[in-house]
């Protein structure tokens, strides 16, 4: 539908509207309090305030101990809705836009902690300021050194503007694109450094109001598209039509919340999903990326992670363990994947050789990786018997595993203490239990591998300085 067939429809159901006369004061209230929420609750979502729907009611009864919300929002919810319960009042009159209004209307609005930034409120920016639009290119609002020139021109020209409709001139603009117009020209000058949005949604609806129009309410499902007309006029020479064609579909939704107030019907929303679900993504865009679930366990993905840093660790694991073998009568070392992935046995083999059987066994059963949930790799080195110690002689068994899980992975080795403030086991033990957990995505780093292979080296040693030492054996 073009914009003179939605003004023309306009019209018709203002018509209809004034058709009923003076409304009930059931009915009147209904409408007001309906529009006090909506435009408490879209107006400031849209800019960032973190109040739910039901919260915003809860302010707007005065209750503003909203737990778990910053005191900024729940002040700002309460001068807005003073502001536009005030305008909801007033109905018909007199439009007495003046710059005097305006930043009185931004001092109620607006509430900050920091004194260098409550010296700007209701006062015109001193410094320039921009946006970065849909296309994530910049646009530079008005200057400030502009700001109280452009905005005593605003001011002229709708007060004139609103003198031609009210005179019935014939070239009077309709009083919906007023509204419309002056809230694109008044976010163009963006006269201040914050709450630009809210007093240009304000304003705009003052001039309605004051034609007996309802208010517009911009819905925060709806913020996408309202900045993106906004910006393609601002930033790219685009179609004003479009933008007005939009906010005359919010004027008619308006409406017909009036007719059905009017008709006893339920004007009332179910609930704020929707602002809770932008709320929950707002704060989770905030964690680390690096967080975020990118793979589940399947047979690509092990073999993925297996020609990856699993191999690495296994490569540089295999020689350390073997350092030890002189020591030993029967010493004996196996890497085992369960669910039928794989098992190797290894004494003497060199790491690559031992990489290599192990990934063609675990190839030659990949139907039971992929039917398996999770995998566990465990790498173990025993050792018989010390060959120099006698009938005192004592073996050790040490290593470390892998748990792949569906969506992450867990390492588990053995760190011994350093500066000896653990207690040693009655077997000599002075290792603990240690674990590395992870997305499946995220690589243990050079740094974590050299870490748990430093730990699995000195720990074999340390058990093998303790019994001999206790022993009596050196």
């Known amino acids: 539908m073009v914009l003179k067939d939605l003004l023309n429809q306009v019209d018709l159901i203002q018509e209809k509207i004034d ?5 009930s004061e059931e009915t009147l209230k209904r409408i007001t309090y309906k529009f006090r929420l909506d ?16 919260e915003t009611r809860s302010v707007m009864i005065n209750n503003i101990t909203v737990e778990g919300k910053p005191l900024k929002d729940v002040i700002e919810i309460r001068g807005h809705d003073k502001i536009i319960t005030d305008i909801l009042r007033i109905g018909k009159g007199e439009l007495n836009l003046s710059e005097k209004r305006i930043k009185d209307i931004h001092k109620a609005i607006i509430n900050e902690e920091t004194p260098d930034k409550q010296k700007k409120i209701g006062e015109w920016k001193t410094e320039n300021n921009h946006l970065i639009n849909y296309k994530g290119e910049k646009f530079d609002f008005v200057s400030h050194t502009e700001v109280k020139e452009e905005m005593h ?20 603009l309709h009083p919906g694109i007023l509204a419309f117009q002056f809230h694109l020209k008044y976010v163009s000058i963006h006269p201040f450094y914050d709450g630009n949005g809210r007093t240009a949604r304000i304003l705009s609806n003052l001039i309605l109001i004051n034609f ?3 208010p517009v309410i911009i819905k925060i499902t709806d913020k996408e598209k309202y900045n993106r007309y906004l910006a393609d006029i601002q930033a790219y020479g685009g179609s004003e039509d479009l933008y007005l064609e939009f906010m005359c579909h919010q004027l008619l939704a308006s409406q017909q919340l009036v007719l059905d107030a009017i008709a006893g019907n339920d004007i009332e929303e179910a609930d704020d999903l929707d602002k809770k679900i932008l709320l929950l993504e707002k704060e989770l865009s905030a964690v680390d990326p690096e967080n975020e679930i990118k793979e589940h366990f399947s047979a690509e993905v092990f073999f993925k992670m297996y020609d990856g840093w699993i191999s690495e660790l296994l490569s540089e694991a295999i020689p350390i363990v073997k350092k030890f073998n002189r020591f030993f009568t029967e010493p004996g ?6 669910n039928g992935g794989g098992f190797v046995r290894f004494s003497e083999s060199d790491s690559k050789s031992v990489i290599e059987e192990l990934r063609q066994k675990c190839h ?10 999770e995998l566990k ?16 002689s004592f073996g050790c068994n040490y290593g470390f595993s892998i748990e792949l899980k569906h969506l992450s992975y867990i390492v588990h080795y053995d760190i011994f203490s350093e500066s000896g403030n653990k207690t040693i086991s009655e077997s000599g033990n002075k290792t603990i239990k240690e674990y590395t957990e992870k997305l499946l995505h995220q690589p243990l780093t050079k740094a974590e591998i050299d870490f748990i292979i430093k730990s699995l080296g000195n720990t074999i040693y340390e058990h093998i300085d303790f019994h001999t030492k206790k022993n009596g054996i050196r």
């Open 19 to 23: 058709s009923f006369g003076k409304l």
């Open 39 to 54: 435009w408490n609750y879209h107006s400031n979502a849209i800019e960032g305030n973190s109040l739910t729907r039901q």
């Open 153 to 172: 021109k605003l001011i002229n020209w709708v007060n004139t503007q609103y003198d031609l409709v009210r005179n019935k001139n014939s070239k009077a």
């Open 212 to 214: 007996g129009f309802p």
């Open 333 to 338: 070392h196996s890497i085992v994947i369960n």
């Open 364 to 373: 030659a059963n990949i139907d039971n990786i992929r039917l398996a949930n």
């Open 377 to 392: 790799i465990s790498f173990t080195s025993f050792y018989g018997s010390l060959k120099k110690a006698g009938l005192k």
